[in-house]
């Protein structure tokens, strides 16, 4: 059960807090709960940027221990967290103690996997720092790295303690990142609230943004407590990521590429289910046009060659929703109307990238 007010959001797993309550919370959680030991996994940009506010924030901060690991996509695999599983160790981490991860997607994805494997599963807490993980990554327990570059395919789901979203931390960001992270909160409008939808759409700049952000993970939180093992529900939530892992995936392993966001793949990628949406489960002409329109004018687009395209539907054949061989997509009836366990005809996806082509 999930109870929201106007700042906090309370579920039965854990707390989401938000700005000035968030690290009061935090406060509260360390006078009251023991911890043997705690450690805070950053990267060198949130040590350089964050960490800071942290220690001025947080009462006995000074005598954590920080972990730090190389920032970016290509860093989030088991060499990372056997490095940090050896820190933890090194440091007689035991399984009374924390982890706090604070950073953006990767940090709070891997931090979250390294904690509930350290001696079978230690206690964490997400502080994400970019808007991508504010919305999406930090929140619902979904832990895990990367296998090579294919996206989270080593992973469990648990969640945190709590999960601390603090919007100042958004003023260290470049534009390009909060861009990819507008993209996850415009695909909450687009699965489940055709108002919210609109009113991104409005959305020119990214100052105050905290109503939007709280907008976004109580979306989330609704679904992740229906389901939180992503039995039926759940899956809505990787509209666009079909499609869009495989396109982030693949320019993460090209030396001929420049690499994409997160956010950026999914934005192409929910242009192209948008159209696979038209073709086969009713989406109208005019809302197709309107979700087109949108992320185009918003994110440009990117060129794909034919091999390009071969090579990314390859990369369909390990995507996590599949089973028993097929291929599964999440596609829209209707803005607002998702349709889980969709299976798509390989000549479809092709025209899928030929519709993209054309914008």
Not at 214 to 237: A, G, Y
Request: aromatic share 8%; glycine share 6%.
């Amino acid at each position: 059960m999930q109870r929201t007010d106007k700042h906090s959001i309370i579920t039965s797993e854990y707390a989401v807090y938000f700005n000035t309550l968030a690290f009061q919370a935090l406060n509260e959680h360390l006078k009251k709960i023991a911890y043997s030991k705690i450690f805070i996994l950053v990267d060198e940009n949130t040590k350089r940027h964050c960490l800071p506010l942290f220690f001025q924030a947080v009462s006995g901060s000074k005598s954590m221990q920080i972990i730090e690991i190389v920032s970016g996509e290509a860093n989030k695999n088991i060499s990372t967290c056997l490095n940090v599983w050896n820190t933890l160790s090194d440091f007689d981490a035991d399984r009374k103690s924390l982890l706090i991860n604070l950073g953006g997607g990767v940090i709070t994805d891997l931090g979250g996997f390294v904690a509930s494997t350290f001696k079978r599963g230690i206690k964490f807490i997400n502080i994400p720092s970019t808007l991508l993980a504010m919305v999406d990554a930090s929140v619902g327990g979904k832990t895990g790295v990367d296998l090579g570059a294919l996206k989270n395919q080593i992973g469990v789901i648990n969640q945190p303690e709590m999960v601390l979203i603090v919007t100042d931390f958004l003023s260290t960001l470049e534009p390009r990142q909060l861009q990819s992270g507008f993209a996850e909160m415009l695909k909450h409008g687009l699965i489940l609230d055709p108002q919210y939808w609109k009113i991104l759409n409005k959305v020119s700049d990214f100052n105050g943004l905290d109503e939007s952000i709280h907008k976004s993970v109580q979306i989330k939180n609704h679904v992740v407590m229906k389901d939180p093992t992503e039995l039926n529900l759940r899956k809505v939530l990787n509209f666009g990521h079909t499609l869009g892992h495989a396109i982030e995936s693949y320019f993460l392993d090209s030396e001929s590429h420049e690499l994409l966001l997160h956010g950026e793949a999914i934005a192409i990628g929910m242009v192209m289910e948008a159209y696979l949406s038209y073709k086969l489960t009713g989406l109208p002409e005019n809302e197709l046009t309107e979700i087109t329109t949108s992320f185009v004018g918003r994110y440009g687009k990117v060129e794909f060659l034919n091999d390009d395209i071969k090579q990314i539907l390859s990369l369909l054949k390990f995507d996590k929703k599949n089973s028993h061989g097929n291929i599964n997509f999440v596609l829209l009836e209707t803005i607002g109307s998702p349709k889980i366990d969709v299976r798509v005809p390989e000549n479809l996806l092709v025209e899928a990238f030929a519709y993209y082509a054309e914008q």
